[in-house]
């Protein structure tokens, strides 16, 4: 990585660097004069680049050029363009794997009787269908206050499905909910249903795990006189309960760390999802367990999990999901290259190659050793890899379907939403972190300032050991927890 005070090229066979600030015609950067007017976070080009040739970052191609392009001119939309199409074939070409540094360090956590370890002792209150969704609201706001101090929150978690869903669609939304109630921040789960619905509730409890019965209650509000007083009696249960539970010092092998990124710009690749990087080494390092998922922001990229695969078979099931993510697309119409996102263009991405080489940053440098399919839960520490799209709700609410006790989301443009697990939201940029500080959890743009990569880690591996040990996080303190379902199917 080369850095001065107007660009940092990361990779020496890089065409282009980012601008680190905003750069004008006749500036000086990089050994070279700049040609027109290039926001902070977009690229530069660092020499002649012909028209059809590929152009790397990150070491990689991340598209073609569509014009000749200069040495000094901006490189974006107008001049670039992704060069990914269809289906690829692939080959198992593993690499040696990297030894990684784990984390010593320790957290105070509730460990369930299955052996996992929750960040929260929390009452959540879940719905089977849509139509119940305000009722278990309600509950939860009344519960909230009945018994504050009890427990770490009575929180609703709720979503505008299961009713009129077919098939697998149905399965999905009814297995969600169930790795949902099974999630070790709960320290005690309540399941409002209707009574008519396609996601009946009895089934739906068939399909619990590791639900202990005294942290368990349900009902269907058709068959109830008075729902609310019935759901806070339920939720009465379930804090006597819960109210046992004590937090004891727990390894970092312990932690389940959910990886995402959302609403990124062009420094997202340099700052946030790299420093993140380092924490799920830390945390894989350890023994612990790093989730990664938005499979349709790895396209670009996946050869580079591939190689870390474990095994062949780790290596089928990355095929499998990137395979069956780009024919999802195809069935739909619809380019698999549509990402990025306007606010991803504006902040200086460019194609989706770029977006993906950045995103899998994140991932750090251990090995995957787990491909999820979507509902699925981590079982094996390490890296895992989760299917599930881009949307944030949707993939960060399958994150902790999988396991994740605590969410890191890095963001260049921010967002106020939060999700079931805690979740830390980390600033690609000073900017964003000094406009957004009810949003932002931790800065990382102090290293495009020149803070080392190892400093910021610490400082953020101490954030998120504080997050799990009970701090809240910007969202939480917010009141920001929601979820959201994959819809896939037919509705009826």
Same mark, same amino acid.
């Given at each position: 990585?080369?850095?001065?005070?107007? #660009?940092?090229? #990361?990779?020496?066979?890089?065409?282009? @660097?980012?601008?680190?600030?905003?750069?004008?015609?006749?500036?000086?950067?990089?050994?070279?004069?700049?040609?027109?007017?290039?926001?902070?976070?977009?690229?530069?080009?660092?020499? /002649?680049?012909?028209?059809?040739?590929?152009?790397?970052?990150?070491?990689?191609?991340?598209?073609?050029?569509?014009?000749?392009?200069?040495?000094?001119?901006?490189?974006?939309?107008?001049?670039? /363009?992704?060069?990914?199409?269809?289906?690829?074939?692939?080959?198992? /070409?593993?690499?040696?794997?990297?030894?990684?540094?784990?984390?010593?360090?320790?957290?105070?956590?509730?460990?369930?009787?299955?052996?996992?370890?929750?960040?929260?002792?929390?009452?959540?209150?879940?719905?089977?269908?849509?139509?119940?969704?305000?009722?278990?609201?309600?509950? @939860?706001?009344?519960?909230?206050?009945?018994?504050?101090?009890?427990?770490?929150?009575?929180?609703?978690?709720?979503?505008?499905?299961?009713?009129?869903?077919?098939?697998?669609?149905?399965?999905?939304?009814?297995?969600?909910?169930?790795?949902?109630?099974?999630?070790? !921040?709960?320290?005690?789960?309540?399941?409002?249903?209707?009574?008519?619905?396609? !996601?009946?509730?009895? =089934?739906?409890?068939?399909?619990?795990?590791?639900?202990?019965?005294?942290?368990?209650?349900?009902?269907?509000?058709?068959?109830?006189?008075?729902?609310?007083?019935?759901?806070?009696?339920?939720? *009465?249960?379930?804090?006597?309960?819960?109210?046992?539970?004590?937090?004891?010092?727990?390894?970092?092998?312990?932690?389940? &760390?959910?990886?995402?990124?959302?609403?990124?710009?062009?420094?997202?690749?340099?700052?946030?999802?790299?420093?993140?990087?380092?924490?799920?080494?830390?945390?894989?390092?350890?023994?612990?367990?790093?989730?990664?998922?938005?499979?349709?922001?790895?396209?670009?990229?996946?050869?580079?999990?591939?190689?870390?695969?474990?095994?062949?078979?780790?290596?089928?099931?990355?095929?499998?999901?990137?395979?069956?993510?780009?024919?999802?697309?195809?069935?739909?119409?619809?380019?698999?290259?549509?990402?990025?996102?306007?606010?991803?263009?504006?902040?200086?991405?460019?194609?989706?190659?770029?977006?993906?080489?950045?995103?899998?940053?994140?991932?750090?440098?251990?090995?995957?050793?787990?491909?999820?399919?979507?509902?699925?839960?981590?079982?094996?520490?390490?890296?895992?890899?989760? *299917?599930?799209?881009?949307?944030?709700?949707?993939?960060?609410?399958?994150?902790?379907?999988?396991?994740?006790?605590?969410?890191?989301?890095?963001?260049?443009?921010?967002?106020?939403?939060?999700?079931?697990?805690?979740?830390?939201?980390?600033?690609?940029?000073?900017?964003?972190?000094?406009?957004? =500080?009810?949003? &932002?959890?931790?800065?990382?743009?102090?290293?495009?300032?020149?803070?080392?990569?190892?400093?910021?880690?610490?400082?953020?591996?101490?954030?998120?050991?504080?997050?799990?040990?009970?701090?809240?996080?910007?969202?939480?303190?917010?009141?920001?927890?929601?979820?959201?379902?994959?819809?896939?199917?037919?509705?009826?």
């Amino acid at each position: 990585m080369t850095q001065d005070a107007a #660009i940092l090229r #990361i990779d020496p066979r890089d065409d282009v @660097a980012t601008a680190l600030v905003a750069l004008a015609p006749g500036d000086s950067a990089g050994g070279v004069t700049v040609r027109g007017e290039i926001p902070a976070g977009h690229k530069l080009a660092l020499r /002649a680049i012909a028209k059809g040739a590929p152009v790397l970052k990150y070491g990689w191609p991340i598209g073609r050029a569509t014009a000749d392009i200069a040495a000094g001119d901006h490189v974006h939309s107008h001049n670039l /363009a992704t060069a990914l199409q269809g289906l690829e074939d692939y080959a198992y /070409a593993p690499q040696a794997p990297e030894p990684l540094a784990g984390s010593d360090a320790s957290f105070l956590g509730y460990r369930r009787t299955d052996g996992r370890v929750g960040t929260r002792n929390e009452i959540w209150i879940l719905c089977t269908v849509g139509c119940v969704a305000r009722t278990a609201q309600r509950i @939860a706001e009344a519960a909230a206050k009945r018994f504050a101090g009890r427990v770490d929150g009575v929180i609703a978690l709720t979503h505008p499905f299961g009713c009129s869903q077919l098939g697998d669609d149905l399965s999905a939304t009814r297995k969600m909910i169930a790795q949902l109630a099974g999630h070790p !921040n709960a320290g005690g789960v309540l399941i409002v249903g209707l009574g008519c619905e396609s !996601n009946q509730l009895g =089934p739906l409890l068939e399909t619990l795990e590791g639900v202990a019965p005294e942290r368990l209650r349900a009902f269907s509000a058709q068959m109830s006189e008075d729902e609310l007083e019935e759901g806070l009696a339920c939720v *009465e249960a379930l804090v006597a309960v819960a109210e046992q539970d004590r937090r004891e010092p727990c390894p970092v092998s312990d932690l389940v &760390i959910g990886l995402k990124c959302g609403g990124s710009d062009g420094f997202s690749g340099l700052t946030a999802n790299p420093l993140v990087g380092r924490i799920a080494d830390k945390v894989a390092g350890a023994g612990g367990t790093a989730i990664l998922t938005e499979i349709p922001e790895i396209f670009g990229a996946e050869r580079l999990l591939m190689a870390r695969a474990t095994d062949a078979a780790v290596f089928d099931g990355v095929v499998k999901v990137v395979d069956d993510f780009r024919r999802y697309f195809i069935a739909h119409g619809e380019p698999i290259s549509e990402n990025p996102s306007p606010g991803n263009i504006a902040g200086g991405i460019t194609t989706l190659e770029e977006k993906s080489l950045g995103a899998v940053q994140k991932a750090g440098r251990g090995q995957v050793t787990e491909v999820l399919r979507y509902g699925d839960r981590a079982t094996c520490p390490g890296v895992v890899l989760l *299917e599930a799209p881009g949307n944030d709700a949707v993939s960060s609410t399958a994150l902790t379907a999988a396991g994740a006790t605590v969410i890191l989301f890095t963001t260049g443009r921010g967002t106020p939403l939060g999700f079931p697990a805690p979740t830390l939201k980390i600033a690609t940029n000073s900017g964003l972190a000094q406009r957004k =500080p009810r949003w &932002i959890d931790f800065d990382a743009g102090t290293i495009a300032a020149g803070q080392s990569m190892d400093t910021a880690a610490d400082a953020l591996m101490r954030v998120v050991l504080a997050a799990a040990s009970g701090r809240q996080t910007r969202a939480e303190e917010n009141g920001e927890r929601e979820i959201a379902i994959w819809k896939r199917g037919v509705t009826l």
